[in-house]
């Protein structure tokens, strides 16, 4: 005979499920009489589609495509005269497409979010497409078969894509766009470092090397394991513009490459390598910009915290407990010391306990000249707990976690809450920004061509293509729009629009010359 079903029944799951939303419910007022508040978690709209007519649609559906393209041409006419600078090789005579229309031609592929070349080529040539977007660009004459583009990448300076990008979010810092999310006057970069794509033969002489294991544990003839394979990847490492509202716009790209590397000491490039190149760029283009650079724990050594002094950058570096160990000891046994440095503090519908330790001297040996340095630095700690409901259950458990950074600047009571919560906290928002590359429509991981040059060019016209979309994001005008419909049902919307005829030529050539200022939220 068997058992019976221990497993509850369809209205024991619903009534389950109605006593945890009161249990949330109940929570949500306990903290708010405590003065805290749970951060409210953006979804779209969940209801049919307010347009009762055709008429209604195709107004709301100009109205978003007016926001999005003027967004988008507030910042071109600083694009176009950049590029315009670019040395372009090829023969006048046989020119059809001039260099600036195919670059702008590649962002907006991305923009729109098409996933491959093949697509952008076969979308945007519809005639429909193409009519509308010269219409909305009369930059643009005509569109060129993406291989059109891919040898023009193939032959230029594609480093001038990057200084492209970064001219463009200079137009907007010195236009004091952000001047509302800095942090004590310092503009948050974020830097951290993500693999593009793999593959297991090698295609260029550029890639790095690495070898994979399968999980067996089989010995070859000559020890080594049989399954051990070698994989050829791509890596970059990012710097984007971090701020506490959580805009994230990308802002430069350094790629590692296998000729970077140490070839006397058979060392590839790694991420600290490319720190040191990436911060000269970032310091050679912003070279008076107040910066506050955010980094993880790989980070957290003497020749990066030494570069950041140089260059007279703030940091907020995360500590982890197997790094630094001299330095944990010392903060160890000072906090035991000094019962003052003590800070409690309400944040969301968190209580934060915060303790620091100023003026700690580390000690490391230079790897160039193999003299002792020493860096004075200040370590932060965060001990917060908050309390929900269990999964499952009506239970209200409480939920503890810990935060220790390093800090530039000497830390007090009043320079926490900023220093950690708003600028060292949203350091992962480059990883948000990075996985939205990689799965939100924008292909990171699609190399685009096997050559190396092509594929870097791609990779700065993506993080371009994605910072207009960032921007127009957080505009005031796109606000309904992306409460609505979300980011990428809006920009499908706009795609799907300007690919069919919703809206009338002289609609959309008042589009083109009508006024575009960027008014951000």
């Known amino acids: 005979m068997s058992k019976r079903s221990r497993r509850p029944g369809r209205e024991a799951i619903k009534q389950q499920r109605k006593a945890r939303k009161q249990a949330q419910r109940q929570l949500r007022d306990k903290q708010k009489a405590q003065g805290l508040e749970a951060p409210s978690s953006a979804t779209i709209a969940n209801h049919k589609c307010p347009c009762k007519t055709k008429e209604e649609e195709a107004e709301m559906r100009l109205d978003a495509v007016s926001a999005q393209l003027k967004a988008y041409r507030s910042v071109l006419p600083v694009l176009l005269k950049r590029l315009g600078k670019i040395t372009d090789p090829r023969n006048p005579r046989k020119i059809k497409h001039k260099l600036t229309v195919l670059i702008i031609y590649g962002i907006l592929c991305f923009a729109f979010q098409m996933a491959s070349r093949r697509e952008a080529t076969r979308e945007m040539t519809k005639p429909m497409f193409m009519d509308n977007l010269r219409l909305l660009f009369p930059e643009i004459e005509s569109l060129p078969h993406h291989d059109t583009l891919a040898r023009l990448l193939g032959q230029i300076d594609v480093s001038e894509l990057g200084k492209a990008h970064a001219d463009m979010i200079d137009h907007l810092i010195r236009n004091k766009k952000f001047c509302r999310y800095l942090i004590k006057g310092a503009y948050p970069i974020a830097i951290d470092g993500t693999q593009k794509f793999k593959r297991t033969e090698i295609w260029d002489a550029e890639c790095l090397e690495r070898k994979a294991r399968t999980g067996k544990n089989e010995q070859g003839a000559d020890g080594v394991p049989e399954d051990e394979n070698k994989q050829y990847y791509v890596y970059v490492l990012e710097a984007n513009l971090t701020f506490h509202n959580g805009m994230v716009i990308p802002l430069f790209s350094e790629i590692l490459s296998y000729s970077e590397g140490d070839n006397e000491k058979d060392k590839q490039d790694c991420e600290q390598r490319a720190f040191h190149r990436l911060a000269k760029r970032l310091k050679q283009r912003f070279p008076r910009l107040s910066i506050m650079v955010l980094l993880d724990g790989l980070y957290a050594n003497g020749p990066i915290m030494e570069r950041c002094r140089q260059y007279k950058w703030d940091y907020m570096?995360?500590?982890?407990?197997?790094?630094?160990?001299?330095?944990?000891?010392?903060?160890?046994?000072?906090?035991?010391?000094?019962?003052?440095?003590?800070?409690?503090?309400?944040?969301?519908?968190?209580?934060?306990?915060?303790?620091?330790?100023?003026?700690?001297?580390?000690?490391?040996?230079?790897?160039k000249t193999g003299k002792e340095k020493k860096i004075p630095v200040h370590v932060a700690f965060c001990s917060e707990c908050w309390e929900e409901i269990a999964t499952g259950?009506?239970?209200?458990?409480?939920?503890?976690?810990?935060?220790?950074?390093?800090?530039?600047?000497?830390?007090?009571?009043?320079?926490?809450?900023?220093?950690?919560?708003?600028?060292?906290?949203?350091?992962?928002?480059?990883?948000?920004?990075?996985?939205?590359?990689?799965?939100?429509?924008?292909?990171?991981?699609?190399?685009?061509?096997?050559?190396?040059?092509?594929?870097?060019?791609?990779?700065?016209?993506?993080?371009?293509?994605?910072?207009?979309?960032?921007?127009?994001?957080?505009?005031?005008?796109?606000?309904?729009h992306i409460r609505e419909l979300g980011v990428r049902g809006l920009i499908a919307l706009v795609r799907s629009t300007i690919a069919a005829p919703w809206i009338d030529a002289d609609k959309l050539r008042q589009i083109a010359v009508g006024p575009c200022q960027l008014r951000l939220e």
Not at 325 to 343: C, F, H, I
Not at 395 to 408: D, G, L, Q
Not at 442 to 458: A, I, L, R, T
Request: with cysteine.
């Open 317 to 367: 570096i995360v500590l982890k407990d197997d790094s630094l160990p001299s330095v944990w000891e010392e903060a160890g046994k000072l906090l035991t010391l000094d019962q003052a440095n003590r800070y409690r503090h309400k944040w969301a519908n968190r209580l934060q306990r915060f303790e620091w330790v100023n003026d700690i001297d580390y000690r490391y040996r230079c790897p």
């Open 393 to 480: 259950s009506t239970e209200v458990v409480t939920k503890t976690a810990r935060h220790v950074w390093i800090s530039s600047r000497p830390l007090d009571a009043r320079t926490m809450h900023e220093r950690c919560n708003l600028g060292g906290r949203h350091r992962w928002g480059i990883e948000e920004g990075i996985l939205v590359e990689k799965h939100q429509g924008y292909v990171y991981e699609h190399c685009f061509s096997y050559d190396w040059k092509v594929m870097s060019g791609y990779h700065y016209l993506m993080r371009i293509g994605h910072a207009l979309n960032v921007l127009a994001r957080y505009t005031h005008a796109l606000g309904k």
